[in-house]
């Protein structure tokens, strides 16, 4: 620890494409998100479809390239037709995984023109509970079908002309779940999840389809990768087609301290190694040809959460504090680390429900991890490229325990890219509650941008009406050393090409 720290950047050394989609967002029919979170009718704030005017601008400045809907536990029990046509004729439902009434007020279409809106691609997710393939295979007509076919004609009927062309598609979400209607054994899921896919990608090649995966270190991963990773089905048209196209995992993190609450989104790193082995081996195991598309992995839940703490309905709605924003920023650092591995990242969730947006009726209120999500976002786009750091490590416990032993954690937490503007992007994340590290930072040359969010302490938060964890901006001269301070996240910026 009592050595300069050192952060190599560099910029020209790229590791690999960033793909835009680890910016995803999901919205679920649960809790506030949907119905009071981005719907809300009759509210002042709201446009003439119901959509909550604030929250669409506070998305857009997200850049959010695509959304999952509509949900999460919630599909298990979802039809899609019930969610469709004139509002007063839709069915009132009870609602099995939140244990709420379902109104269908906001189903299938008025998504589809939320997305449109925000300038987003929907990511649909199918019903593996009580949901049929025959259900499945209509919902994919109703979006897409260009010809004179019974739901495509639906669709025209309920005022959609063109298909909507929704690419992203999930077969089932934590269908091994025990809290699920209809809990799956990994063996009847894979066999599922072949038959489904080889039917939907008949009716459609170019659908994404996404298998049902765990957290990525589970016999379940390891199974069903196995099970579903075949070479293209000699049914399909070419064998450009695979069944499977990606492999969806989830993690939340959260430790009541705040040192294993930071480092505990390594564990994601280390997850989409292990899954990322998982798929080489599916694909050596079965002979599939190196010339048809290698899966990528979907982590289509991620964040921090702790359901007991948060306050709110069902658990969902934290109150995020500094050391949250420290774990989301080194989440974030995670997927351009793995940007080789990862074909899209959704946190969950958008809004209210875990989220770094909440609404009240009156506004809106950007939570402490909306500000790394930000500046990730923004800036933490084009190529990954090679950064070393050098500091002390935190030494302590971890959450989970195995971490420890599993990986390094070192103080500053770091990332970098260089986007398609030649700036370079460095992300430093400073989890220590007391010191500043002075740091040699190697790579940099001429005027670097600073972009600096921090605050008081690890429970610095701004649900109690004001803003106590915000963004600063500086410049530095790319001289001498630069003091990254306690419990921060500073984003550089330089032109580098
Ligand atoms: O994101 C909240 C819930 O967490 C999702 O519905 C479910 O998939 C997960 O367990």
């Given at each position: ?10 910029p020209?050394?790229r ?6 989609n680890?910016?995803a967002?999901?919205?679920e029919h649960?809790?506030?998100?949907i119905?009071?979170?981005i719907y ?7 446009d ?6 604030d929250?669409?601008?506070?998305l ?5 390239p695509?959304?999952?809907?509509p ?9 899609w ?6 509002k007063d ?5 009870p609602?099995?995984?939140?244990l709420?009434?379902?109104t ?7 998504f589809?023109k939320w997305?449109?809106e925000l ?8 019903n ?12 994919v007509e ?8 019974y739901?495509a ?10 298909p909507?062309?929704v ?15 209809e809990?799956?054994?990994k063996?009847?899921?894979?066999h ?5 896919a ?8 170019s ?11 589970a016999t ?7 099970q ?5 089905h ?17 993690l939340?993190t959260?430790?009541?301290?705040h ?6 989104p390594?564990?994601?790193?280390r ?12 694909r050596?195991?079965n002979?599939?040809?190196p010339s ?18 948060a306050?709110g309905?069902l ?8 050391s ?11 997927f ?12 969950a ?11 009240t ?5 950007k939570?402490?991890t909306?500000?790394p999500?930000?500046?990730?976002s923004?800036f ?5 490229v090679?950064a070393?750091?050098?500091c002390?490590?935190?030494e302590g416990?971890?959450?989970?325990v195995?971490?420890r ?6 103080w500053?937490d770091?990332?970098a890219s260089?986007?398609?503007d030649g700036?370079?992007?460095l992300?430093?994340v ?5 010191k500043s ?16 969010v921090?605050?008081e ?5 701004n ?11 500086s ?5 001498g ?9 500073t ?7």
């Amino acid at each position: 620890d009592h050595e300069t720290p050192v952060i190599a950047v560099h910029p020209s050394r790229r590791v690999s494409k960033i793909n835009p989609n680890i910016y995803a967002g999901f919205t679920e029919h649960m809790g506030r998100c949907i119905y009071g979170g981005i719907y809300d009718p009759g509210n002042p704030l709201s446009d003439e479809n119901g959509f909550r005017k604030d929250v669409l601008g506070a998305l857009k400045e997200l850049d959010i390239p695509v959304v999952r809907y509509p949900g999460g536990n919630f599909c298990a029990t979802y039809h899609w037709l019930d969610g469709v046509g004139p509002k007063d004729q839709r069915p009132s439902r009870p609602e099995l995984a939140w244990l709420g009434t379902e109104t269908n007020e906001f189903g299938t279409d008025e998504f589809m023109k939320w997305c449109e809106e925000l300038g987003t691609e929907p990511y649909l997710c199918f019903n593996f509970g009580t949901g049929t393939l025959d259900e499945a295979l209509a919902w994919v007509e109703y979006c897409n079908g260009t010809g004179n076919t019974y739901y495509a004609n639906m669709r025209r009927k309920n005022g959609r002309e063109e298909p909507y062309n929704v690419k992203y598609w999930a077969l089932g979400n934590e269908v091994w779940g025990p809290w699920q209607v209809e809990q799956m054994t990994k063996e009847a899921y894979a066999h599922r999840a072949v038959q489904w896919a080889k039917a939907l990608k008949l009716l459609d090649p170019s659908l994404i389809l996404i298998l049902c995966g765990q957290d990525g270190t589970a016999t379940w991963d390891y199974y069903t990768l196995n099970q579903c990773l075949l070479p293209a089905h000699s049914a399909l048209s070419t064998s450009a087609v695979p069944l499977i196209d990606m492999h969806s995992i989830h993690l939340y993190t959260s430790s009541n301290e705040h040192l294993p609450n930071a480092t505990a989104p390594l564990a994601a790193e280390r997850a989409i190694e292990i899954t990322s082995s998982l798929i080489d081996l599916a694909r050596i195991e079965n002979k599939v040809p190196p010339s048809q598309p290698r899966p990528t992995i979907c982590f289509d839940e991620w964040n921090v959460w702790d359901p007991i703490r948060a306050e709110g309905s069902l658990g969902a709605e934290e109150s995020y504090t500094l050391s949250d924003a420290l774990a989301v920023a080194v989440w974030l650092n995670v997927f351009v680390r793995k940007s080789r591995d990862l074909g899209m990242a959704c946190i969950a969730q958008s809004v209210n429900v875990i989220s770094p947006l909440m609404t009240t009726p009156e506004g809106i209120v950007k939570q402490t991890t909306w500000w790394p999500l930000y500046l990730f976002s923004r800036f933490m786009r084009g190529w990954t490229v090679s950064a070393h750091v050098s500091c002390g490590t935190y030494e302590g416990e971890t959450a989970p325990v195995w971490l420890r032993s599993a990986v390094q954690t070192p103080w500053l937490d770091v990332s970098a890219s260089v986007g398609e503007d030649g700036f370079a992007n460095l992300a430093v994340v400073n989890i220590h509650e007391e010191k500043s590290f002075e740091t040699k930072v190697e790579g940099v040359s001429g005027q670097v941008e600073v972009f600096t969010v921090t605050g008081e302490g690890v429970a610095a938060t701004n649900m109690k009406g004001k803003e106590e964890v915000a963004i600063a901006e500086s410049k530095w001269d790319g001289q001498g050393l630069y003091a990254f301070p306690k419990l921060s996240i500073t984003l550089m910026r330089w032109k580098a090409e």
